[in-house]
């Protein structure tokens, strides 16, 4: 009984953690062209951490220059940065994304 008390509380903890605002480095780029995601058409910003690709709701993807862009943009390179948000619908919902330059 104990033990699946213990099981109990540590899912409860994650399930409720989930839902609280973050601040850690991603991954960014186009969920389509570089992360592979699917269900929605045309290019879109994503984030990809833990293995795991996330659309970002938030941000836009030409919020940062020209997704295009040979050099910098997200639909050719994959950029990484500090994001600010919570995961919310198997969706990412940003409230800050700024771009670690290396």
Known sequence: MMKKLVVLSVLLFFACSENKEKTFVAEVSCGQC???LTGQ???DLAIKFEGKAYFVDGAHIDDFGDAHDKNSGFCEVIRTAE???KLENNRFKATSIKL???
Do not use: S
């Open 34 to 36: 570089q992360f592979h």
């Open 41 to 43: 058409e045309g290019c």
């Open 83 to 85: 994001v600010t948000g």
């Open 100 to 102: 670690i330059e290396k």
